[in-house]
């Protein structure tokens, strides 16, 4: 609890741990004067340190944002060309199951927050000892796995996909009664598209759960929808929310492809998706930004696909079609600062610029109306996010 904390965050970033590199400590009365101990709902003050777990460009972009604020942020992560440390004051390189690293970094740091949801629940529980961490660690948890994911959501009444769970031979049988064609997916680490089979036969699910190494997975009803939207709602300390309008995806080989914000949904169904993910960050009593991924039915239900408790890539455009993108309304949460304003100001289409199509940069910079953020990714792989780029457009239906 920052309540708790015997030390103000000025006195924390002298302290330096093994693998940690601070920019900081090289000029320590570079420090502005904050006040110590903020209370749990009381706001970090400017000048206090931010953890953040996880490197990639999720991390990247909250670190811009959060520098924007006045604040510092440490990236522990275990790559040490990680493109958030590049754009943070303190930086930790180890494995995520080193728990010494873990213990020195939540030291270090006045929050902890994460990119990304695979941490180990070990090492959650070491940092949970010496930080706030926010989302929480039930939320973590609960996201970590798909199989506790949709169960958590069917104990809450939102509606999933048909699934079952497979966690050993004897799972098979039963769970081809959910139909097919059905998707296989491994219940964790599982992300665009990795460790998903199609399974089109009861038959070929035997095969289907070898070809993913009989890990611990869920069989998926194929959802023929009518389209993919999300929403991405903040919730705050005090248990406020707010939250962006949804936005319609369009995935392109399992990545995410493009998003158009707004969705040109009936507005019933986009308020009852906006609905949907207020009650799920609610029941998951979230500090932070949780982003709810929905196939919408030819027949107008909602059907809760995934739910990531962290800024998302189908959040992208509110970087410059919002007074406020989801990565600074991220920062705002989980340091105890008022939630900022979610409307937008233009309407926008987001592409996600894979492998070699961030190569066209110069284009991109050419084009009016047209944002680049590149993420600094050394290598470029197929596959691999290396950039996007928002394409703005006056508003066509009024906000929000
Ligand atoms: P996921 O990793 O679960 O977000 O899945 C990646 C993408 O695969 C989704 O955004 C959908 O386009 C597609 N997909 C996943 N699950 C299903 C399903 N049960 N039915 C139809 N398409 C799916």
Redesign the pocket.
């Given at each position: 609890m920052l309540g708790a904390r015997s030390k103000p965050p000025v006195c924390r970033k002298r302290r330096r741990a093994a693998n940690v590199t601070n920019d900081a400590i090289s000029n320590p009365n570079d420090t502005p004067n904050v006040t110590p101990n903020a209370a749990p709902n009381e706001a970090l003050p400017p000048g206090a340190t931010i953890g953040i777990l996880g490197g990639g460009q999720l991390g990247r972009m909250a670190a811009l944002a959060a520098t924007a604020l006045g604040y510092r942020c440490h990236v522990f992560s275990p790559d040490a060309d990680a493109p958030a440390k590049e754009v943070s004051t303190a930086q930790t390189t180890a494995p995520y199951e080193d728990r010494d690293a873990a213990r020195a970094f939540a030291a270090a740091v006045d929050v902890v927050t994460f990119e990304f949801e695979n941490v180990p629940d070990e090492t959650l529980a070491v940092i949970a000892k010496g930080a706030p961490v926010r989302p929480g660690v039930d939320a973590l948890h609960i996201s970590q796995d798909r199989a506790i994911e949709k169960t958590f959501l069917g104990d809450n009444e939102i509606g999933t996909?048909p699934w079952a769970p497979i966690i050993t031979a004897a799972d098979l049988d039963p769970a081809a009664a959910t139909g097919f064609p059905?998707?296989l997916?491994t219940a964790r680490f599982?992300?665009?598209?990795k460790g998903?089979v199609r399974v089109d036969t009861a038959d070929d699910l035997a095969a289907a759960w070898a070809e993913i190494n009989q890990v611990p997975a869920v069989l998926?009803?194929?959802?023929?929808?009518e389209r993919?939207i999300s929403v991405i709602v903040a919730r705050s300390t005090g248990g406020e929310t707010r939250s962006y309008v949804p936005v319609d995806?369009v995935?392109r080989d399992?990545i995410?492809f493009t998003t158009t914000a707004p969705s040109t949904i009936d507005a019933t169904i986009a308020e009852a998706a906006q609905a949907i993910a207020d009650r799920i960050s609610g029941a998951l009593n979230l500090v932070g930004l949780l982003a709810v991924?929905m196939?919408v039915t030819h027949d107008g239900d909602i059907l809760v696909?995934?739910i990531a408790p962290r800024p998302h890539n189908s959040g992208h455009w509110t970087m410059d079609a919002c007074a406020v993108s989801q990565f600074e309304q991220f920062i705002r949460a989980v340091s105890g600062l008022p939630l900022g304003d979610p409307a937008r100001h233009s309407d926008a289409v987001m592409t996600n610029l894979i492998g070699d199509e961030a190569d066209q940069w110069l284009k991109f910079l050419n084009e009016d109306g047209a944002c680049l953020h590149l993420y600094g990714k050394t290598e470029s792989r197929p596959g691999r996010k290396m950039g996007h780029v928002n394409r703005l457009s006056p508003m066509v239906r009024p906000a929000p």
């Open positions: 996909t059905a998707i997916k599982g992300y665009d598209g998903q998926e009803g194929f959802v023929d929808f993919e995806n995935h399992h995410l991924e196939f696909n995934e």
